[in-house]
């Protein structure tokens, strides 16, 4: 815990490219929808239909009376935030008087009070609760050294996929077990083939 | 562009922004009244705002660039999205940037911004709020959507305005798979607005609280942006409410400058009952706890679906 540091520059770049995909294809969909379009017609059979709509605005079908154009809606959602930001500076002043954050009245904060990424994910976790199957350690709130630990793993793993891989496997033993690993067996093996494909050939 | 369209759009950001905190006042006057209490003022928020915006701004020490800009964007998105709802007329020049989707698109834009922030001081208060928020959010969203979708089905158009103008002239406009939709819609108000069965907006209880453990370290005019956004949430929620399934009254294609004259008082009307009605649905239900939440949602969820489901499959 001493050792905890913020993420360096390439994690931030790691998740920052991500994030600039989904910026990029909020504003221009246009484009992706375009590359799309042979293989939703290779899948389908069905073409989506060409709108002849500019490169600005998403038409999903033409005539009818609907239609988004992200660069519009960033450009208008921009003007009205700083024409906002210049309207409050104008006719308010813009004095900002730094001060701690209110603490809940506990006096100093500390690294328990912190929440993390984990708890932020807490809700989620507990509506989805019947398909996940949770173990929890609390602590109590005497502790002196406090220990939190929750294990979560995937009950469908537990009951679909477990029950397949072991029949998978038991199948691949008694496999296994044909397979000998001697060339005379093999041998063998070619040898009855042969006799029993000539058997049904005459 | 057409005059008319210049003007319909103008009035209709105009009037989001100038009446959405007395539609909030008038829904607390009404919950004061029904509660017993002595009600505040209808223009309280107006104060409100006012003061604040005359305040010394207090900021956390390490809150980042992200916090200072994250109330103009919260308010930016909600006026942006109200200049999308049809609350007096159809005809909407901006509409072409965005449908109905793109519509709900920017209340989540606003939404994580709002949460970013809360999330920006590292306070428990901020955090917990914000994951609050996104629970709501993420369980809202698709219950919303599918509202939308039931409408769009019947108006063959995800456009607002054009779902609108097209519910509001049939000659008879009643759908049972829309009663069950405006049941969802209800619930989804409620709970995007934070009000009482979700969260309660007067309440400083910690173990309540939802969007005001999110503003918690706002103050001066960060917290009246905030605030004014709040309000322009319940406005919009409501204005989409009428697109949706009390369309009448509003100046349709054809109708000229007067029928938008003559959409004012019927959209003051509209509000005037919603927000009654609002008031009493919150005085009569108790606060639910957090986690039962997604029951809630999942209610509103499965009513949309199923107004979906009498929509096709008995194409009323």
Redesign the interface.
């Not at chain 1, 009818?64 to 154009?69: F, G, I």
């Not at chain 1, 006719?91 to 809940?104: C, E, L, N």
């Not at chain 2, 072409?96 to 449908?99: E, N, P, T």
């Given at each position: 815990m001493e050792r905890a540091h913020d993420a360096g520059v390439l994690e931030r770049i790691g998740l920052a490219w991500l994030a600039l995909g989904c910026v990029l294809l909020g504003l221009l969909p246009a484009y992706v929808i375009d590359a799309l379009r042979t293989v939703v017609a290779q899948f389908s059979g069905v073409s989506l239909p060409r709108t002849g709509a500019p490169w600005w605005?998403l038409v999903?079908l033409a005539g009818?009376?609907?239609?988004?154009?992200a660069p519009?809606?960033l450009i208008?959602?921009?003007s009205?935030?700083l024409l906002?930001?210049l309207l409050?500076r104008r006719?308010?002043?813009?004095?900002?008087?730094?001060?701690?954050?209110?603490?809940?009245g506990f006096g100093r904060?500390n690294a328990r009070?912190?929440?993390t990424a984990e708890?932020?994910?807490?809700?989620?976790r507990?509506?989805f609760g019947a398909l996940f199957a949770v173990r929890r350690e609390l602590p109590s709130a005497f502790d002196s050294a406090p220990r939190y630990r929750v294990v979560v793993s995937d009950r469908i793993w537990q009951w679909l996929y477990v029950p397949l891989g072991t029949l998978v496997l038991r199948t691949a033993d008694t496999f296994a077990w044909v397979q000998q690993g001697r060339i005379s067996t093999y041998l063998t093996y070619s040898f009855t083939t042969l006799v029993v494909l000539l058997a049904l050939m005459l | 562009m057409k005059p008319i369209e210049i003007l319909t759009q103008g009035l209709e950001l105009l009037a989001a922004l100038a009446a959405a905190p007395l539609f909030l006042g008038w829904v607390n006057q009404c919950r004061a009244w029904l509660q017993n209490r002595r009600a505040p003022s209808v223009w309280l928020p107006y104060r409100g705002i006012r003061k604040l915006?005359?305040k010394?701004?207090?900021?956390?020490?390490?809150?980042s660039p992200l916090f200072?800009a994250a109330p103009?964007?919260v308010?930016?998105?909600m006026?942006?999205a109200a200049?999308i709802i049809p609350s007096m007329g159809t005809r909407l020049p901006?509409t072409?940037?965005?449908?109905a989707?793109?519509l709900v698109g920017?209340l989540a834009t606003a939404r994580v911004f709002q949460s970013l922030a809360a999330?920006d001081?590292?306070?428990?208060?901020g955090?917990?709020g914000?994951?609050?928020e996104?629970?709501v959010g993420?369980?809202a969203e698709p219950a919303l959507l599918m509202v939308i979708f039931v409408a769009s089905i019947i108006s063959?158009?995800?456009?607002l305005?054009?779902i609108a103008e097209n519910l509001a002239t049939q000659t008879l406009g009643l759908y049972p798979s829309l009663a069950f939709t405006a049941i969802a819609f209800t619930l989804i108000l409620l709970a995007e607005n934070a009000r009482i069965p979700i969260d309660n907006p007067a309440t400083h209880l910690?173990l309540t609280m939802i969007h005001e453990a999110m503003v918690?370290?706002y103050s001066a005019?960060h917290l009246a942006?905030m605030e004014w956004a709040t309000s322009l949430k319940l406005f919009n929620y409501a204005c989409i409410g009428f697109a949706l399934f009390l369309p009448w009254g509003i100046s349709t294609g054809t109708g000229g400058p007067l029928s938008l004259v003559a959409s004012i008082p019927v959209l003051a009307a509209k509000l005037t009952v919603t927000g009654a009605v609002l008031a009493f649905i919150e005085t009569i239900s108790a606060k639910l706890r957090?986690?039962r939440a997604?029951e809630f949602l999942a209610i509103a969820f499965m009513l949309a679906v199923l107004g979906l489901l009498v929509h096709l499959l008995l194409g009323a």
């Open positions: 605005l999903p009818r009376q609907a239609s988004y154009s519009v809606l208008a959602l921009t009205v935030v906002t930001v409050v006719f308010y002043h813009h004095r900002v008087r730094r001060a701690a954050a209110w603490d809940g904060m009070m912190q929440d708890g932020f994910g807490q809700p989620i507990h509506i | 915006f005359h010394d701004a207090v900021i956390a020490e390490n809150a200072r103009y964007i308010f930016g998105a006026l942006v200049g901006f072409i940037a965005a449908d989707i793109a920017l999330m001081i590292g306070t428990a208060f955090t917990l914000a994951r609050r996104m629970m993420f369980l063959a158009t995800t456009a305005p054009a910690e918690l370290e005019r942006l957090v986690f997604p």
